[in-house]
Nanobody
Framework: QVQLVESGGGLVQAGGSLRLSCAAS??????MGWFRQAPGKEREFVAA????????NYADSVKGRFTISRDNAKNTVSLQMNSLKPEDTAVYYC???????????????WGQGTQVTVHS
């Protein structure tokens, strides 16, 4: 099992940037990634990175704006979010999975979530 703790959420103006971090503890040799859930919507995939860091995958809605990275020495995964839009407003969840490096399916562990609010 992996324990995941997110940080870095907040309020930002459209066009701005935020960096989310996820600290992992436990059995951390997993593919990692981020999902988000906006009010009244289902949770959706945002980005994933393989446990070696050599493969990344992004949802079409964030390609070119978001960058996922990991530091296995520090057991952290980050999501750099640039050119933020109001539609990026959601609770962002860190996730881990040990099969698919593309979608993390099936998810083995979730963080508690961090709120990102983008105002116009």
């Amino acid at each position: 099992q992996v324990q995941l703790v997110e940080s870095g959420g907040g309020l930002v103006q459209a066009g701005g940037s935020l960096r989310l971090s996820c600290a992992a503890s436990g059995r951390t040799f997993r593919n990692m990634g981020w999902f988000r859930q906006a009010p009244g919507k289902e949770r959706e995939f945002v980005a994933a990175i393989s446990w070696t860091g050599g493969f990344t995958n992004y949802a079409d809605s964030v390609k070119g704006r978001f960058t996922i990275s990991r530091d296995n020495a520090k057991n952290t995964v980050s999501l750099q979010m640039n050119s933020l839009k109001p539609e990026d407003t959601a609770v962002y969840y860190c996730a881990a999975g040990y099969l698919s490096a593309t979608t993390l399916d099936p998810i083995s562990d979730w963080g508690q979530g961090t709120q990102v609010t983008v105002h116009s």
